[in-house]
């Protein structure tokens, strides 16, 4: 075979997963490929041109406290940023941005070009080569013969993809890109058992085209908000986005012509995401709701394609021309791109360990939507996650693997690899049962340590993230200490009688607690009080799943020998092969009483 370079580590897919993964690699001074499609489309968002939202947010926090890159390219691309459930509590605040998606692209193919442990190479990935269960290499579609122990597949909605609109189907990946069959049939070859998944995008209008004063625009106050704590990037205006609804017309031409739509005229096989719907799918499935909201969102800070958020559909060209005119402003509409849905083979995630990688082959790590997956902070999430413990393994180390308690990354992975996903899977805040200790605004504290370890965070940015909670703590222990005084400024302005503390003073709802504390983490100081009760009750719910996780199963436990198990979760612990009893507790069909079996099984049986 041509080309028999030897690399340390090979990405295959160039998207939100891949880069991260890459760069993790590449930062721990490992000499990896790259191979992609098309280089120009490098973390590409061939959907909504946005980055976080609810928990999506606190990942992207996540990943730049891991290491990662996400969050620095969002800042440096961003066209608007706010902050999502600003009025509620802590727990469920987030960021979102939206991005020059242009930007984004190029910015990111700039960095990996400059780097010089990055090799990257424009080919289709045509097979994986492995021998005895062990990961040899990659196959190219010019013959060439790339070398490796490690792969790591990123091929989001690429493998053996079809674009659908109405009744016609396309072999082809998002934006007219390429697809590739070699891959999928790789991994069946290999064992996999493979699933069809299908995601969607709406129309995208030229701007020019839309009469603005139909909708209304989305005035964001300007704030010094950014997801990275490595730059110093502000925006000096906000490029603003609008708002409208659907009506009853556009529901009418979506029921007259429902046939006509590939997910409801069978051409689809694939199962959709339940929580980023259709058009069709919203109008079918919520009869009771007479309108459905709809953004114009812009793509690029020039602002002259909108994206129709909200309108997603794999309805005919011509019925999308028709639902666009029934929507305020679109009566003139140009569209520069129709909306259509996609369909795609992904894994089974439960073939995945805690790690990423493959149960099945060993070197083989998979990440994005390739597990079945939506969205790009849940890609790049894992692909970081992937790049860290692929490396970790070229080094002979242990995986690191983040807690439910720990990490919004955390509760990711293991629902990925413990419970699995039968469609494509987005994270939710109330995925999270431990959301109180995962903020928003200490998402740093939380991760510091892990990418450190890593080898992705300096020993300055851990000790400067250190010291910033060691002044918070420090902080609370004074103001615990602290009495308000009779005639204070405080007391007076706030008419607080009998002398409390200023914990119990910041606490109140109608206190402004800068009032209380001009410490330079104010806010912290603020959050950390009000919510100090709950968290320590997070933190014992979380203590008892931990005592679980320190329970090591072993690996070669035959569930077949545990008496008194019940069939269903006989089955899945052995295609799961949790790694703790804290893991098999949460997967889906294994109830207390089977774990009581297993424990006594160890505990007595096996050490016979």
């Not at 008194?564 to 009893?581: D, F, G, H, S, V």
Request: glycine share 6%; proline share 3%.
């Amino acid at each position: 075979m041509k080309n028999m370079k030897k690399y340390d580590a090979i990405i295959i897919g160039g998207g939100h997963a891949g880069v991260e993964s890459i760069f993790a690699l590449a930062k721990n001074n490992k000499n990896v490929a790259l191979v992609t499609l098309n280089k120009n489309m490098l973390a590409s968002m061939p959907c909504n041109p946005s980055i976080g939202g609810p928990a999506k947010g606190i990942i992207t926090k996540e990943i730049d406290s891991l290491g990662g890159i996400q969050g620095i390219f969002s800042d440096r691309a961003m066209i608007q940023i706010k902050m999502l459930n600003d009025s509620k509590g802590p727990a469920v605040r987030a960021l979102r941005a939206q991005i020059d998606k242009k930007m984004y692209s190029e910015l990111i193919l700039e960095e990996v070009e400059k780097n010089p442990n990055i090799t990257l190479i424009e080919a289709t990935a045509e097979e994986i080569i492995s021998e005895n269960n062990k990961i040899k290499g990659i196959k190219l579609n010019d013959g060439s013969f790339l070398k490796s122990d490690i792969i790591i597949l990123t091929t989001g909605t690429y493998m053996d993809s079809y674009v659908l609109m109405g009744n016609n189907k396309e072999s082809s990946g998002p934006d007219n890109q390429k697809t590739t069959q070699g891959l999928s049939k790789s991994l069946k070859l290999m064992g996999f058992k493979l699933q069809r998944l299908k995601t969607g995008t709406p129309p995208r209008v030229k701007t020019s085209s839309i009469d603005f004063s139909k909708v209304e625009k989305e005035e964001i106050e300007l704030k010094d908000f950014r997801f990275s704590s490595k730059t110093k990037n502000t925006l000096n205006e906000q490029i603003s986005c609008y708002i409208t609804y659907t009506n009853e017309n556009t529901h009418k031409i979506v029921d007259e012509h429902l046939n006509e739509s590939s997910m409801y005229s069978g051409a689809i096989n694939g199962i959709g995401p339940r929580y980023c719907p259709s058009i069709e799918d919203k109008i079918v499935r919520f009869r009771d709701k007479k309108r459905h909201q709809i953004f114009y969102e812009p793509e690029t800070r020039e602002g002259n394609i909108i994206y129709v958020n909200g309108l997603s559909t794999s309805m005919p060209v011509y019925v999308q021309k028709k639902m666009l005119e029934t929507l305020p402003g679109m009566k003139n509409a140009e569209v520069t791109k129709w909306g259509y849905a996609i369909e795609y083979d992904a894994i089974d995630s439960l073939e995945l360990k805690p790690s990423l990688e493959s149960k099945r082959i060993d070197g083989l790590f998979f990440a994005g939507q390739v597990n079945g997956t939506s969205g790009y902070e849940e890609a790049a999430a894992q692909g970081l996650i992937a790049g860290i413990n692929a490396n970790k393994k070229i080094e002979n180390k242990e995986p690191i693997i983040l807690t439910r308690d720990q990490a919004y990354l955390g509760v990711l992975i293991d629902d990925l690899v413990t419970k699995g996903t039968r469609e494509p899977y987005r994270m939710l805040t109330s995925r999270a049962e431990y959301r109180l200790l995962l903020r928003n605004d200490n998402a740093d504290f939380r991760l510091i340590k892990d990418g450190f370890e890593a080898g992705l965070i300096s020993k300055k940015e851990k000790d400067e993230v250190l010291r910033k909670y060691k002044s918070i703590e420090q902080e609370i222990k004074r103001i615990k200490k602290t009495y308000a005084k009779k005639d204070s400024l405080i007391s007076t302005k706030y008419g607080i009688k009998n002398g409390p503390s200023l914990f119990k003073v910041i606490t109140r709802p109608e206190i402004d607690y800068r009032d209380v504390t001009g410490h330079k983490f104010a806010e912290e100081v603020y959050i950390h009080s009000k919510l100090e009760g709950y968290i320590k009750k997070q933190k014992t719910q979380a203590e008892k799943m931990k005592r679980q996780e320190k329970f090591k199963l072993p690996e070669k436990l035959n569930y077949d020998n545990v008496q008194n198990l019940a069939t269903e979760a006989r089955m899945k612990l052995q295609k799961i092969k949790p790694l703790t009893i804290g893991q098999a507790s949460r997967i889906s069909g294994v109830n207390p009483s089977d774990i009581q079996m297993i424990m006594f099984y160890i505990e007595y049986k096996m050490k016979k």
